[in-house]
Nanobody
Framework: QVHLVESGGGSVQAGGSLRLSCAAS????????MGWFRQAPGKEREGVAS???????RYAASVKGRFAISKSNAKNTLYLQMNSLKPEDTAMYYC??????????????????WGQGTQVTVSS
């Protein structure tokens, strides 16, 4: 089975940084299309960043230049480095995996597997 477990969330002040991690089972990170999504209460889950199996990255316009997605195939772990955090970044952050290719970040319906999420809260 595919298992995704996020960690690294927490509470920070605006302008601060956090690094999220997503530990995956097997060789998911090296083989699948991986993404980070976030969801605030009452809002639809939105794509934040994605990375292909060969390392090509994409970002939502709202986070480009502030967030960086990366991965370690050897550790089978996906990362999201978040800098210059803003209160509007507050959300539950999820890592996700998709079988096959995808153009763009996609939506939650495009991904096959999901973690439980880790909460990120940014205060002003």
């Amino acid at each position: 089975q595919v298992h995704l477990v996020e960690s690294g969330g927490g509470s920070v002040q605006a302008g601060g940084s956090l690094r999220l991690s997503c530990a995956a089972s097997g060789y998911i990170v090296s083989s699948y299309y991986m993404g980070w999504f976030r969801q605030a209460p009452g809002k639809e889950r939105e794509g934040v960043a994605s990375i292909t199996s060969d390392g090509y990255t994409r970002y939502a316009a709202s986070v480009k230049g502030r967030f960086a997605i990366s991965k370690s195939n050897a550790k089978n772990t996906l990362y999201l480095q978040m800098n210059s955090l803003k209160p509007e970044d507050t959300a539950m952050y999820y890592c996700a995996a998709r079988r096959g290719g995808l153009i763009g970040l996609g939506t939650q319906d495009d991904y096959n597997y999901w973690g439980q999420g880790t909460q990120v809260t940014v205060s002003s």
